[in-house]
């Protein structure tokens, strides 16, 4: 069983960064991570995962490259997501996201993941 809580959402405004938390307790070694969001009246997308094997390998939706850095600290048992030049369109709820198992190639597809927190909201104004 997997347990995830996520911390870090807020208020900001365009242009300014955030830092998303997740900590997952449980049997969470070697696990599928990834961030998702959801904004009102549209699907939940992913954002970012992360391998399991501390390789660096990691996946980002278009929309967020080069803006968002997906990171863990497994010591911590810890996912983050530090999201900089946010914009408008990047409110919503984002939800972290396991699955128990070896990832060598991340991915960021929803149907993968079957343990989620109850999301944190980010509201960015412009």
């Known amino acids: 069983q997997v347990q995830l809580e996520e911390s870090g959402g807020g208020s900001v405004q365009a242009g300014g960064s955030r830092r998303l938390s997740c900590i997952a307790l449980?049997?969470?070694?070697?696990?599928?991570m990834g961030w998702f969001r959801q904004a009102p009246g549209k699907e939940r997308e992913g954002v970012a995962a992360?391998?399991?094997?501390?390789?660096?390998?990691?996946r980002y939706t278009e929309s967020v490259k080069g803006r968002f850095t997906i990171s863990k600290d497994n010591t911590k048992k810890t996912l983050y997501l530090e999201m900089n030049d946010l914009r408008p369109d990047d409110a919503a709820l984002y939800y972290c996201?396991?699955?128990?198992?070896?990832?060598?190639?991340?991915?960021?597809?929803?149907?993968?993941?079957?343990?989620w927190g109850q999301g944190t909201q980010v509201s960015v104004s412009s």
């Open positions: 449980g049997s969470t070694a070697r696990s599928w």
């Open positions: 996201a396991a699955k128990p198992g070896i990832c060598w190639i991340p991915s960021i597809v929803t149907s993968v993941y079957n343990y």
């Open positions: 992360i391998d399991s094997e501390e390789a660096g390998r990691s």
